[in-house]
């Protein structure tokens, strides 16, 4: 009689001997596939494409906090991933695959907290904040110049307009926001009494769906805040 032949391991109540009888349904030479036609091709190569978006605007946020990129260049790149990462998701097929930012996360065990606030904004930290006092003087250095001031102005204006004559939809709101944060960052660099509030409404507005519009409740909010932003502005000009 042989001996018996030793195990290459320490058998426990547990481990598994593979056997001969076994053997292999999937021919380790054929390729997999992850869809099985365009459209499921379209909606993985989108869903890639938000992935890299995410992890690329995490790495630019770090590079920011260490000034290894000028504001200009940071505020570029932004504005470009932002535009790419909200442009992937207005396709339907696509926003109900991702569901939502945090879904996604931890679907794909993703740790981008720089990145998950800067998309929570939805604006550059230039445009939320800016990060140090710039010389805004006009022709004779006594302040702002005036064409600046004018066009922070008229953003105002057409902003309480726009509530006044009834948008109340994401889509249409939004994008006056971030022009009037952008205009009055051009003009002061002083945290006036309202500014909060604008960045509060842009947050509030970019979690909503694109054709989603406020309560009557969050209009009246809406316009009182614009209001006294509005004169919080015109006090750092006098």
């Given at each position: 009689?042989?001996?018996q032949?030793?195990?290459?391991y320490a058998p426990?109540?547990?481990?598994?001997t593979p056997?001969?009888?076994l053997?292999?349904?999937?021919?380790?030479?054929?390729?997999?596939?992850?869809?099985s036609?365009n459209?499921?091709?379209d909606?993985y190569?989108?869903?890639?494409?938000i992935?890299?978006?995410i992890m690329?605007l995490?790495?630019?946020?770090k590079?920011?906090?260490r000034?290894?990129v000028?504001?200009t260049?940071?505020?570029e790149?932004?504005?470009r991933?932002l535009?790419q990462y909200?442009?992937?998701l207005?396709?339907?097929?696509?926003?109900q695959?991702f569901?939502?930012l945090?879904?996604?996360?931890?679907?794909?065990?993703m740790?981008?907290?720089?990145a998950?606030?800067?998309?929570?904004?939805?604006?550059?930290?230039?445009?939320e904040t800016?990060s140090?006092?710039?010389?805004r003087?006009n022709?004779?250095?006594?302040?702002?110049a005036a064409?600046t001031?004018?066009?922070?102005?008229e953003?105002?204006?057409t902003?309480?307009?726009?509530?006044?004559?009834?948008?109340?939809?994401?889509?249409?709101?939004?994008?006056l926001?971030v022009?009037l944060?952008?205009?009055?960052?051009?003009?002061?660099d002083?945290?006036f009494d309202?500014?909060?509030?604008?960045?509060?409404?842009l947050i509030?507005?970019?979690?909503?769906?694109a054709?989603?519009p406020l309560?009557?409740?969050?209009?009246r909010?809406?316009?009182?805040?614009?209001?006294?932003?509005?004169?919080?502005?015109?006090s750092?000009?006098e």
């Amino acid at each position: 009689m042989y001996p018996q032949r030793q195990l290459p391991y320490a058998p426990t109540p547990y481990s598994y001997t593979p056997t001969s009888a076994l053997s292999s349904t999937i021919s380790l030479d054929e390729e997999v596939k992850l869809f099985s036609n365009n459209a499921e091709r379209d909606l993985y190569e989108s869903l890639a494409e938000i992935y890299s978006i995410i992890m690329t605007l995490e790495a630019l946020e770090k590079a920011y906090l260490r000034d290894s990129v000028t504001e200009t260049e940071y505020t570029e790149t932004c504005n470009r991933l932002l535009k790419q990462y909200k442009s992937n998701l207005k396709n339907e097929a696509v926003a109900q695959a991702f569901v939502d930012l945090e879904t996604f996360k931890r679907e794909w065990d993703m740790e981008c907290p720089r990145a998950t606030e800067r998309l929570r904004v939805g604006i550059p930290a230039t445009d939320e904040t800016p990060s140090a006092p710039r010389p805004r003087q006009n022709a004779s250095g006594g302040g702002p110049a005036a064409p600046t001031v004018a066009s922070a102005i008229e953003t105002f204006i057409t902003t309480l307009d726009a509530i006044k004559l009834g948008l109340r939809e994401k889509d249409m709101l939004h994008p006056l926001l971030v022009d009037l944060i952008q205009s009055v960052n051009k003009v002061t660099d002083v945290d006036f009494d309202g500014k909060p509030k604008i960045v509060q409404w842009l947050i509030t507005l970019n979690q909503m769906r694109a054709a989603e519009p406020l309560t009557e409740d969050q209009v009246r909010e809406f316009q009182f805040d614009m209001e006294q932003a509005y004169y919080g502005f015109k006090s750092t000009l006098e």
